[in-house]
């Protein structure tokens, strides 16, 4: 037995040195964050995208707020850019489940017949 402890990834937000594994505030996911960016509140930008699909502007609780300023301000973007990215991915993401949904309906019909 070692006590080699695994190498934890550079943070991935900034890329410094991580302290550790941390839970995201923006959903269930984990990764590694450098002290600043944990201290700072930060997040990655597609952990805030993601967090933020299904949300329309001006429903998002106002706890998220310190996160959603320092992350834009971090990655140097604004409340537009996120609003667009959160779009868009909410589109992509329903165009990719219209298409999975219409191959399985495709495939109910090969494993069960069609009685047409």
């Known amino acids: 037995m070692t006590d080699d402890k695994p190498e934890i990834p550079p943070c991935w937000i900034c890329q410094k040195p991580a302290i550790g594994i941390g839970a995201s505030s923006m959903g269930a996911i984990s990764g590694p964050y450098c002290q600043e960016c944990a201290d700072e509140g930060r997040e990655p930008w597609f952990a805030l995208v993601a967090g933020m699909m299904g949300l ?3 429903s998002v ?3 998220l707020t310190p ?3 320092a992350t834009l301000k971090f990655y ?7 609003w667009e990215d959160v779009e868009r991915t909410d589109r992509e993401y329903g165009e990719l489940m219209e298409k999975e949904e219409k191959e399985r309906d495709g495939q109910a019909i090969e494993w069960f017949g069609d009685d047409d």
């Not at 140097?76 to 996120?82: G, Y």
């Open 67 to 69: 996160i959603i300023e």
């Open 61 to 63: 609780h106002e706890g």
């Open 56 to 58: 329309e502007r001006g």
């Open 76 to 82: 140097d973007k604004t409340e537009d850019d996120l």
